[in-house]
């Protein structure tokens, strides 16, 4: 059974893609192949040439530098996006970064500065990313982000991360609150462990990989794939009723506290 998605009347901003294993780009694939219109944001112009490659082809797409963290360029950034759409349809949030130094002691050791940049970036910056983008959705829109487990279970090494994820999600559920009366969902991805350039900041990740397919009901990770898959169907109409939520795509993993042979 298959389902086809018309997006061709539709827009969207993808921010944080950094190359192709990024999940944003796996989101924007989806959206893409449905037709859809998309602007992208980078961060730093080091990363703008593998953007250049992926998009290279695709019919009503846009690249812009934008750090999130700027005001400045989150003013230029939808300033873009109105000029080039006249409004957005779809907003994805695939923007985290802690410093190196966050993850690779003890959470107790966790500096004020370390902890300001990581819930910063991981976090708020969805929280200013929608604002800049709510004069513009339409109604019908939506936002989606994503998310890791470590937010609601201790994860080793995720260590400042994980209270940004939990952040994340708390917000989704405020903006949620907040951009439904205007017809806008939010929602955010909790994706399993994936081999991005964001999974090899984290100590251990190669083992961790290994152990959650290992415990996973379907007895392997999910993939950037059905990431992108189950953005599609939140951000288009086959989610028209679902705002608010934490939506697992992690074959299973989380839902186990041990697998026993």
Not at 10 to 39: D, F, H
Not at 132 to 146: C, F, I
Request: charged share 20%.
């Amino acid at each position: 059974m298959s389902v086809t998605v018309d997006l061709s009347d539709k827009t969207a901003l993808v921010m944080g893609v950094a190359n192709a294993r990024s999940l944003g780009w796996a989101i924007a694939e989806q959206l893409l192949g449905a037709g859809c219109r998309v602007g992208f944001s980078y961060q730093g112009e080091r990363l703008k040439p593998e953007l250049e490659k992926l998009t290279a082809g695709q019919e009503g797409t846009w690249l812009q530098q934008a750090d999130a963290t700027s005001e400045e360029d989150l003013t230029a950034l939808f300033a873009r996006v109105r000029d080039e759409f006249g409004h957005l349809d779809y907003l994805v949030h695939s923007i985290a970064f802690a410093p190196r130094t966050a993850m690779d002691g003890r959470f107790l050791d966790t500096s004020e500065a370390d902890w300001n940049t990581a819930l910063n970036v991981s976090a708020y910056t969805l929280v200013s990313i929608a604002r800049h983008a709510e004069p513009l959705l339409r109604e019908g829109g939506a936002v989606v982000s994503l998310t890791y487990h470590a937010s609601q279970q201790v994860v080793p090494k995720y260590n400042v991360m994980g209270v940004a994820k939990a952040a994340l999600e708390a917000a989704t559920r405020y903006l949620a609150s907040e951009l439904g009366a205007q017809g806008v969902r939010v929602n955010t991805i909790s994706a399993g462990p994936m081999r991005t350039i964001a999974a090899r900041s984290i100590p251990g990740f190669g083992t961790m990989y290994e152990k959650a397919a290992q415990s996973a009901p379907l007895g392997r990770n999910a993939t950037p794939e059905e990431v992108g898959k189950l953005a599609l169907f939140l951000l288009s109409d086959l989610g028209s009723g679902i705002t608010g939520q934490t939506v697992y795509v992690d074959a299973g993993a989380s839902i186990m506290s041990m697998k026993v042979e």
